[in-house]
């Protein structure tokens, strides 16, 4: 970290995604905590999770997580923290922490979930499949490509004032159980009658279900932690279609929301007292900021707001000062149905073939797409998202060898189909489909650079390829209107996989903008 980076820093601290998603922010916030530790003497105090629920994915000091935030694996932080932002299912928040407790890393003890999380179940699990059904079969549309876990779904509760909130775990269960049971009356209703789903469908829903979270939990079932039957959602279905165990669900919920009656709070006060004891926290967000429910692609976003603005209205405190993070990596990546200007046909191109080996989605293990840097969508992350400091990953994945490829690629601007140059990233997919990349040829380099450690020891290649990146993204952001004072910092470049395998000392933004590549 820099001077300047020092300078920008504020007890309240987001990491974002700039991008789509997968661009390594759990890896970032493992770094984070170090770095803060080192600048302040004082460990983080609380890491906190802003949005979304179990569709979030992220791997952290080794450990794949889901709902937990990444601050989990350090022992220091003394809270755990879900925002009023995220939806949860209780038994996920208990699949996720048994396991690490058995590892002994303490969580239960340190989580706090706000009173006002809103808590998802089965029957959100089970329209989110719907919905996906009715898109293909009845509109004759795309798969969104969803999770499956019920996140859209549990937020339509929220606009629709249906909701259930933790806070209900700690009242009458009467009541939860009224509510549940309308809740999933209603959800049972839709399926039948507005997603038209049919008998053999609503039926394979429950294996589709058991087949994914058995896959994702095999080692906690190896270990002996779980039983297969913890993971087996055919239990809850009837015989007859498009009907459950309603007095077997309410059981199987209300026992693991009274697992977690100790871990609910009311959060507003704890991160208020933390701020204004000059405390840090570092909230860490699902997703990207391409992903956003308002300013991404419709309808390949998610249900929730991701970024920094949507930390004051989870956490329930007063807007004050902050310092953000963007993270993206040295080339792109998506998943699901998203249109890719910038992909890399692994057929054609052998650098994508290596590049697709290794990427995989943390919650669904979905392949996910390549392509080059896009900095036009980088740029304008950048300049509506607002960043104090950027990560660059996986810059060690772009080590050609073998002859694998001659140049790289990084996509400066869009030209549409006028043959007019584009710099800003159209709101209306059906413009974006229209465009086509504009690119900038760089070097190769064939050297290994995850023993680097400083931006001084890369190949001349990796340097001119990072200088680009920035200037580029840079260009598409502020254009001539550069304010050196107000630029964002470079604050890590990833150089391989291990947490560790990091450059901290960079150079500035500044600096990489008057050098010439």
């Not at 003394?78 to 939806?87: K, P």
């Not at 949507?310 to 990596?329: D, L, M, N, T």
Request: net charge negative; with cysteine.
């Amino acid at each position: 970290m820099n001077t300047s980076s020092q300078n920008k820093f504020h007890p309240l601290i987001s990491v974002l995604g700039i991008s789509m998603g997968d661009e390594g922010k759990g890896r970032v916030v493992h770094e984070i905590l170090d770095e803060i530790k080192s600048l302040t003497k004082n460990p983080v105090s609380g890491v906190m999770k802003a949005n979304g629920g179990a569709n979030a994915g992220h791997t952290a000091a080794g450990l794949k997580l889901n709902l937990l935030p990444s601050g989990v694996g350090n022992p220091e932080v003394s809270d755990l923290l879900i925002g009023s932002g995220v939806v949860a299912d209780p038994r996920k928040f208990l699949w996720e922490a048994l396991p690490l407790e058995s590892r002994d890393i303490s969580v239960l003890d340190r989580l706090r979930i706000d009173e006002r999380c809103q808590m998802s179940d089965l029957s959100h699990r089970l329209l989110d499949l719907a919905w996906e059904n009715y898109r293909v079969n009845q509109l004759g549309q795309e798969s969104r490509g969803s999770t499956g876990r019920g996140i859209s779904p549990a937020y339509c509760d929220e606009t629709g004032q249906w909701q259930i909130f933790y806070q209900a775990f700690c009242e009458d269960r009467s009541l939860f159980a009224k509510d549940l049971k309308f809740r999933v009356s209603r959800a049972l209703d839709t399926i039948r009658h507005v997603c038209k789903v049919k008998e053999e469908d609503w039926f394979k829903f429950f294996e589709i279900l058991t087949i994914a979270e058995t896959k994702a939990n095999k080692e906690a079932i190896t270990e002996g932690i779980f039983s297969e039957d913890e993971f087996n959602f055919k239990k809850f279905v009837k015989d007859q279609p498009y009907s459950l165990d309603f007095e077997l669900l309410e059981d199987t919920y209300w026992a693991a929301g009274q697992k977690l009656v100790g871990c609910i709070s009311d959060i507003r006060s704890l991160m208020l007292e933390k701020l204004n004891q000059n405390k840090s926290v570092v909230v860490e967000f699902g997703q990207a900021y391409w992903l956003d429910k308002r300013h991404g692609f419709t309808p390949n976003v998610t249900a929730s707001h991701t970024f920094s603005s949507e930390i004051f209205q989870s956490a329930g405190i007063p807007i004050r000062e902050i310092s953000q993070v963007g993270c993206c990596k040295a080339y792109d990546t998506k998943v699901g149905t998203h249109h890719f200007l910038t992909y890399i046909d692994p057929e054609k191109n052998r650098l994508a073939q290596k590049l697709a080996k290794m990427e995989f989605g943390t919650s669904t293990g979905r392949q996910r797409m390549v392509g080059w840097f896009d900095a036009v969508e980088k740029g304008n992350a950048l300049k509506f998202g607002g960043f104090d400091w950027l990560v660059i990953n996986k810059l060690d994945a772009l080590s050609c060898h073998n002859d694998e490829l001659d140049e790289l690629k990084i996509c400066v601007a869009y030209e549409d189909s006028d043959g007019r140059k584009v710099t800003k990233v159209p709101r209306r997919e059906n413009i974006r489909k229209s465009l086509k990349p504009i690119y900038e040829s760089l070097p190769v380099w064939t050297e290994d650079i995850t023993k680097c450690t400083t931006f001084e020891e890369l190949p001349s290649a990796a340097k001119i390829y990072i200088k680009r990146m920035v200037q580029s993204t840079c260009d598409i952001a502020y254009g001539n209107r550069i304010n050196v004072e107000t630029l964002p910092e470079l604050l890590f470049i990833g150089v391989g996989p291990d947490p560790k395998q990091i450059i901290q000392e960079c150079p500035t933004l500044s600096d990489l903008l008057q050098t010439s590549a």
